[in-house]
C-alpha cells in the first residue's frame, strides 16, 4: 500500500487523479462502477499546471533572451513570445531546451522551451513573425509558445 500512496503522491503533483482499489477482483473498475469501495486520491493541479511548474522548477535553462518592454508585458499577460520582441540571445541550446528570459532591467520575467536552436534565434532576434521564414527558410511559429512558458511571479 506504501508503494501505491507514493505513486498517487507522483501523479497527484502531475496534475493527474488516483483511484486505488482491489485489483485482484474481476473487472476492478466495473465493480466500483457498481458501488465497490475505492480511494480517490484528487490532481493538485491541472495537467497545464504541473507542466509549466516543471518547466520553471526542474529544468536547467542553457541560455537568455532579452526582450523589450512591450514582450514583457505581453507575457506577463500570458503571450507567446515572439521574435520581434526579442533582443538579445545568450548561450548555445538547442531546439526544445529551456531558457531563461529576462526584460530590459535584467529581471527574470519567464521561462520557456524555446522552438529553435541559438543559431536560429540570433538570426530571427527582432524579426516580424511573417520574416522568419525567409530569413529561415522555415518556421517553428514564436520562439516559445504560451503552452511551453511559465511566468515568473
Do not use: N
Not at 4 to 17: L, N, Q, S, Y
Not at 64 to 71: I, K, M
Amino acid at each position: 500500500m506504501a508503494t501505491k500512496i507514493a505513486a498517487a503522491r507522483i501523479a497527484r503533483a502531475a496534475g493527474c487523479a488516483t483511484l486505488i482499489t482491489l485489483g485482484s477482483r474481476p473487472h476492478p473498475l466495473k465493480a466500483i462502477e457498481d458501488g465497490a469501495k475505492a480511494t480517490l486520491i484528487e490532481a493538485g493541479a491541472s495537467p497545464a499546471a504541473a507542466y509549466k511548474a516543471w518547466i520553471a522548477g526542474s529544468l536547467a535553462p542553457q541560455g537568455w533572451l532579452s526582450v523589450d518592454a512591450g514582450a514583457a508585458a505581453a507575457l506577463a499577460r500570458g503571450k507567446s513570445l515572439l521574435a520581434a520582441g526579442v533582443r538579445a540571445v545568450e548561450g548555445p541550446f538547442d531546439k526544445g531546451d529551456a531558457v531563461r528570459v529576462r526584460d530590459e532591467t535584467g529581471r527574470e520575467v519567464a521561462r520557456g522551451l524555446i522552438r529553435y536552436d541559438s543559431a536560429d534565434a540570433h538570426r530571427i532576434a527582432g524579426l516580424r513573425s511573417d520574416a522568419i521564414e525567409a530569413e529561415l527558410g522555415f518556421t517553428e511559429g514564436p520562439m516559445i509558445h504560451a503552452d511551453d512558458l511559465a511566468v515568473a511571479d
